[in-house]
C-alpha cells in the first residue's frame, strides 16, 4: 500500500496567482493526497474581508470549498504556523510543506528531514532552502571597483 501523501499549504501560497495548476497537477501525479488546512485560513478569510479585500478574501474561501469538495482536506492548528507539533504524524510518512514564508520554514524544520519544503515561483513548485535568510544574503565584490584603496595612516 502506498504512503499517504500530505500537503501543507499556508494562506500565502494559496493567493499566489494561477496557483490552482499547481494543486491540479499534484492531483493528478498523486490521487490520494491529502491537502492540510490550517484553521488560521478562515481567520485570514474574515480579516481580507474586514479589510475590503474581497478577490483574496474569496480565493482562500473557494480553495478551502475545493479541498473540502474533493474530500481529501483535513483541519489542523499549527497557532498560525508555530506549533509544528500537529504536523508530526503526517511527518513519519510523505509530507510536503508549500509556503512563501522563510519563518514557516524555519519553524517546521523541526519535523525532520524527510519533510519537503517547496515555495511556488515563477509558476512552478521549488526547493525552499533551509536556514538560508533571504533577506539577510547579499552580493558584494571582495574589491570595489567605485572605491579607490587609501592607506590606514592616511586616516
Not at 500537503?7 to 493526497?33: C, G, K, R, S
Not at 474581508?49 to 475545493?66: D, H, P, Q, Y
Not at 482536506?73 to 510523505?94: E, R
Not at 524555519?106 to 526547493?127: H, I
Amino acid at each position: 500500500m502506498a504512503v499517504q501523501a500530505y500537503y501543507y499549504m499556508d494562506h500565502t501560497v494559496l493567493l499566489e496567482e494561477d496557483f490552482y495548476l499547481t494543486v491540479e497537477q499534484i492531483l493528478q501525479e498523486e490521487p490520494n493526497a491529502c491537502f492540510l488546512l490550517d484553521e488560521t485560513v478562515y481567520r485570514r478569510i474574515e480579516d481580507y474581508r474586514a479589510l475590503g479585500k474581497v478577490t483574496a478574501a474569496l480565493t482562500l474561501e473557494n480553495f478551502v470549498n475545493l479541498f473540502v469538495a474533493l474530500g481529501s482536506a483535513l483541519q489542523i492548528d499549527t497557532n498560525d504556523g508555530f506549533d509544528p507539533a500537529p504536523l508530526q504524524p503526517m511527518a513519519k510518512g510523505k509530507l510536503t510543506v508549500i509556503t512563501q514564508q522563510q519563518k514557516l520554514v524555519d519553524t517546521f524544520a523541526s519535523l525532520g528531514k524527510r519533510v519537503q519544503f517547496l515555495r511556488y515561483q515563477e509558476g512552478a513548485l521549488t526547493p525552499f532552502q533551509r536556514g538560508v535568510n533571504e533577506n539577510g544574503t547579499a552580493f558584494y565584490l571582495e574589491q570595489d571597483i567605485y572605491v579607490n584603496p587609501f592607506e590606514i595612516k592616511d586616516i
